[in-house]
């Protein structure tokens, strides 16, 4: 079998426990040798609907949230690239003849990959690896080769977090956010006043 390289990206703002469980899944299930964490830039779809928080503090707390895992490494390299975020000139970036390349994204965000930024081209560059509840069928998208990484329901979210944050005195926030993010990730958020009232 040809090396297998994952591209597992997002706005991650914050990272969560889903995040990281996701990732872990993917690179046991899939055999995985490397699995690049791709912090986003300007997330062109979430950018026009919410105010996104700056991408050097996303990119510090992807980088806490993954530093304890073997085979992953997480990128910069959308944020060094600037302007708005495609996933396809990413993977054309980390693309490595004789190297498969798979994309780790939720049910969700599969459904909609069609709309994508040159969809028919990331088509033919990557394989959608899905992320499903365990036991569910496997999800199919026309045209796209795929796969499915099951795991179990984590019930976490960055929407759940912000809004946890965002309802509380600074004293509380440890309480039940800190359940949602990684340790350290939580300590980074105190330290900065990010997601403040």
């Not at 996701?22 to 950018?47: F, G, T, Y």
């Not at 054309?92 to 990959?113: D, F, I, Y």
């Not at 709309?115 to 499903?132: F, P, V």
């Not at 965002?166 to 340790?183: F, N």
Request: proline share 8%.
């Amino acid at each position: 079998m040809p090396p297998r390289q994952a591209i597992f990206g997002g706005t991650f703002d914050p990272p969560h426990v889903g995040h990281v469980a996701a990732a872990i899944c993917a690179r046991e299930q899939l055999d995985i040798d490397l699995l690049h964490v791709v912090v986003a830039n300007d997330p062109w779809q979430k950018s026009a609907e919410r105010l996104v928080t700056p991408a050097h503090h996303r990119l510090a707390m992807a980088l806490l949230a993954f530093r304890d895992f073997d085979g992953m490494v997480v990128s910069d390299l959308e944020i060094r690239r600037g302007g708005p975020t495609y996933t396809f000139d990413t993977v054309s970036e980390l693309e490595r003849p004789g190297t498969e390349t798979l994309l780790v994204m939720g049910p969700t965000a599969a459904s909609g990959v069609s709309t994508w930024h040159r969809a028919d081209e990331l088509a033919e560059l990557a394989t959608l690896a899905i992320l499903q509840p365990r036991g569910e069928p496997p999800l199919r998208v026309e045209g796209w080769r795929t796969c499915t990484v099951e795991m179990e329901p984590v019930q976490a979210s960055a929407t759940q977090v912000r809004g946890l944050l965002a309802r509380r005195r600074r004293q509380d926030i440890t309480s039940e956010a800190a359940r949602l993010v990684p340790p350290a990730v939580m300590g980074y958020i105190a330290e900065h006043r990010l997601y403040s009232p």
